[in-house]
């Protein structure tokens, strides 16, 4: 089971973290992703992490300004996430696949959560 929190209401160029928890398998044994999807719109990668050697990998949209990263201790998988913008507004989903990365599609992914909504809003 994965498990996202961390989302919220904030404003433009601020800063959110969003969490994403695993409960029964250990997360470093899978490749983990972050997606969003904004209303009316498809859901989109935005960032992953390996697990074969915790390398990441970012859309176009996100480099620069999100940061992914894991802690093996806590089983737990993060999304930094600065200089926000009104068009980041989204819900954003955690999900998982145990094979090397990176992917960055969807499809890719096996186990996924609930998400956690993200907006942007002055």
């Known amino acids: 089971q994965l498990v996202e929190s961390g989302g919220g209401l904030v404003q433009p160029g601020g800063s959110l973290r969003l969490s994403c928890a695993a409960s029964g398998f250990t997360l470093d044994d899978y490749t983990i992703g972050w997606f969003r999807q904004a209303p009316g719109k498809e859901r989109e990668g935005v960032s992953c992490?390996?697990?074969?050697?915790?390398?990441?990998y970012y859309s176009d949209s996100a480099k620069g300004r999100f940061t992914i990263s894991r802690d093996n201790a806590k089983n737990t998988v993060y999304l930094q996430m600065n200089s926000l913008k009104p068009e980041d507004t989204a819900v954003f989903y955690c999900?998982?696949?145990?094979?090397?990365?990176?992917?960055?599609?969807?499809?890719?992914?096996?186990?996924w959560g609930q998400g956690t909504r993200v907006t942007v809003s002055g």
């Open positions: 999900a998982a696949v145990r094979r090397p990365g990176p992917y960055l599609l969807p499809h890719e992914y096996d186990y």
């Open positions: 992490i390996s697990s074969s050697d915790g390398s990441a």
